[in-house]
């Protein structure tokens, strides 16, 4: 027989790996435990035999996983590893992102807030494109929209992939590969020779460059406090929505243009992406933590020889039915079973909804009515940009007012003190579609500045609304937040997506003025929703199984 040798202690080591691994004794476990025999004293150093014939019967056993092989002998068990462990050297340590200077976090805020910016732009400028794509395609109003409703799905799809992905690998490299996919695919789309090119090109391009949904806000956690990360993450919101309303001016123009056309609305798109690109990968550096920690324990390796220097995402690994479950399955059951996860975000997503179809309402009111011409027709996108400014301020206030609270009471706030803005804005939000849709029906008697005015109060109530209910469910679910969120984006997306398709028919047939009602309606149906859960919202999270107390 041929003998390997292992120490002693490493006996106890597998039988416990065993036992555990299988719960119960299996049969290799068992050839283990009759295969070790003792056998000599070497220099005081217990040894045992393992019988290689035992070894090359059990093969088929998981547990050979175990065994050193070639004849090696086992390696002694290393020490406690607690020591070789590396982490931050204090909450002043340089190297910590919070601890960055000011002109890093302002570098690193304009990469990500202009990724966003780039992806909200593509999103909403292909829309000026849908009445020459009819002519060109000889398609109807709802196939026309598609282009716009398919990017928008990819929305819902890609931030499960890349959201785990981020906490995987890193911030940068999600967001580089994020932005070069969506720049080759807006190509893809302004050199498509047919219609189905178009939709692939277009739901690959909102799929695989959706990375800045979710890291923007990602790296507002990775390199701010939470005093200072919520008034960060309210800009970031203004950047998403702002970019939506600037791109339907942008897109207007193009189109109106006859030297360029449709399909240089995609082709800015992807200009506006290469520098993204280039921001992405020259100007942005990490900032997740645990992968920071990874780059400092490999550095210390190479630079002392010691392997034995660690990170603890270094042991982290990520399986596919690990994404399936906690970002798809998990975050649907929560939707569905949590009334505040479910109301919230119903009442987030139809708020999304309506930012995408007024993509074509506006146009409907100023071109369509007012005789506008393309491009000048989109212009009072300007004032439901205003109205989102002025939004982002109120938010502001209400997140430094907060913060001056918690730092007096010395405790951490309830989740429905997040709830006044939502008020205000449930109700400027109505105010505002009613205001727009009566005076604009009516572009014989009505000057068109009323009409932009209702726009104002629609971009504020949107504003007011979609931020501060996001900050809601991460107060209330603080352990299930990632879980909470995806159940959010997955719903908004849908409602992004399907509200274009029929809101031109809708305005169309019912009349603006009458079609404004019926979404009037709807928002004021939403009102009591922050009122009741401000009354009754600590009571249903007493009661749940998942939120905060």
Known sequence: MNYAVIPATTTTLIQQIAEEKHHQETPHSKAIEIAMTRDVEDNGV????????????????????????ENKDFPPLLPDREPYCV????????YHPYNYPFYKKALYVTTVGFSTFSLSMGSAMFASAASELKQIFHIGTSVAALPTALFILGFAAGPVIYGPMSELVGRKPVLALST????????????????????????????IGSAP????????????????RGIGVAC??????????????FGGFIVKNQALGWRWVSYMSGIIGCLSLFLSVFAFQETFHPVLLAKKAQYIRKNTG?????????????ELKEIVVNNILRPLKLLFTEPIVFLISLYNSFIYGILYSFLTVIPLIFTGRYGWSGGVGELPYLSMLLGVLSGTAINVTFEIRNNKMSERLGSKLDPE?????????????VIGIFW?????????????????????????????????TMNYLIDCYVTEAATALAGLTFIRSSFGAAFPLFTQQMFHNLTIKWAATLVGCLGVLMIPVPFVFLKYGAYIRGKSKFATG
Not at 236 to 249: E, N, R, T, W
Not at 306 to 318: D, F, R, V
Not at 442 to 461: D, S
């Open 46 to 69: 217990n040894k045992y035999s393992f019988d290689q014939d035992v070894y090359k019967s059990a093969r088929n056993f998981n547990d050979t996983m175990l065994i050193v092989g």
């Open 87 to 94: 982490s931050f050297c204090g909450i002043d340590d340089p």
């Open 180 to 207: 070069l996919g969506y720049v080759c695919f807006e190509f893809g789309t302004a050199a498509a020779k047919d219609l189905q090119t178009i939709m692939i090109c277009r739901f690959f391009a909102g799929f």
């Open 213 to 228: 949904v979710v890291i923007p806000a990602a790296v507002m956690v990775d390199i701010f406090d939470s005093k200072t």
């Open 236 to 249: 970031f919101g203004s950047i998403l929505f702002g970019g939506v309303m600037i791109a339907p001016i």
């Open 306 to 318: 010691n392997w034995g220097i660690y990170a603890p995402s270094e042991n982290i690994s990520l």
């Open 417 to 429: 003190l997040r709830l006044p803005p939502v008020m205000i804005g449930s109700v400027t939000f």
């Open 436 to 468: 727009l849709g009566w005076t604009g029906d009516y572009p014989k008697h009505v000057h068109w500045i009323v009409p932009t005015i209702g726009a104002f109060f629609i971009g504020n109530g949107l504003m007011l609304i979609f931020l501060p």
